[in-house]
């Protein structure tokens, strides 16, 4: 087990990685998690990780369920989100047997305890994961309902003193409108949270947000469509939107 030394290149040294569990799934109707689009994102992961750095991954169950939409069907809110932790679970698990099968040593930590499948959440754990080269996966929220794992990336870089949440879209960063329904959208290169603010502008849930703009953790907004886009983000390429006081 090797200690992590970033290359050079590398602008950050320590990330947090944002993925929806939508990124998992395959085409219209597709599964819920595509053996080839999970394969594409841990590839990703791999290509970053090999540049000695730190890397955590937040993951989403929304391919799986999403307690919002649990409550428009009449599932109790509560219950919903703890049904959404439990969908992040199994994309964790998905994301960990990938990567590992790639040769990346990584670990899963959940903050609901299910001590046979995945560690509790422990920071000092997490951080001597990364220390020894590992990726670090973190599931299950925050561990509470009514909380989105954006906030729950927010809360882990924060913990962790990450230099960056890299948050994974299927748009190729921040518009000052939705560009599919208007043409003349413009995209910033970079804007800050007060402007952000400001223009309403959707980064993440208000929660996530304050957390972020608060303990001065940066947001890059990137499309994961375009291949080797998260290695382009860490080597200091221009690429999606970057949000920071």
Not at 164 to 172: C, E, P, S
């Amino acid at each position: 087990m090797r200690d992590s030394k970033p290359d050079p290149r590398a602008k950050y040294k320590r990330v947090i990685l944002k993925l929806s569990g939508e990124v998992l799934r395959g085409g219209k109707g597709g599964d819920p998690i595509d053996g080839a689009t999970l394969s594409e994102v841990c590839s990703q992961v791999k290509e970053i990780h090999e540049l000695g750095v730190q890397v955590c991954v937040v993951i989403g169950g929304g391919n799986i369920f999403r307690g919002l939409n649990g409550e428009k069907r009449g599932v109790d809110r509560t219950t919903g989100d703890y049904m959404g932790m439990l969908a992040t679970v199994i994309n964790g698990l998905a994301l960990m047997d990938c990567l590992e099968k790639l040769g990346v040593n990584t670990r899963v930590q959940s903050a609901i305890p299910m001590n046979q499948i995945a560690e509790p959440f422990i920071l000092r754990r997490a951080v001597r994961h990364l220390e020894k080269g590992r990726v670090v996966i973190f599931v299950a929220g925050t561990g509470n309902p009514y909380f989105s794992t954006d906030t729950t990336a927010a809360l882990r870089a924060s913990e962790m003193h990450a230099d960056i949440i890299m948050k994974a879209t299927k748009v190729d960063g921040i518009y000052d409108k939705d560009p599919k329904k208007h043409s003349d959208a413009v995209k910033y290169d970079q804007i800050t949270f007060i402007d952000a603010l400001k223009q309403r502008l959707n980064v993440m849930d208000s929660t996530a947000f304050s957390l972020c703009m608060d303990n001065n953790v940066p947001i890059l907004v990137f499309d994961l469509n375009d291949k080797h886009a998260i290695r382009k983000a860490i080597v200091g390429e221009k690429i999606g939107t970057l949000v920071r006081n």
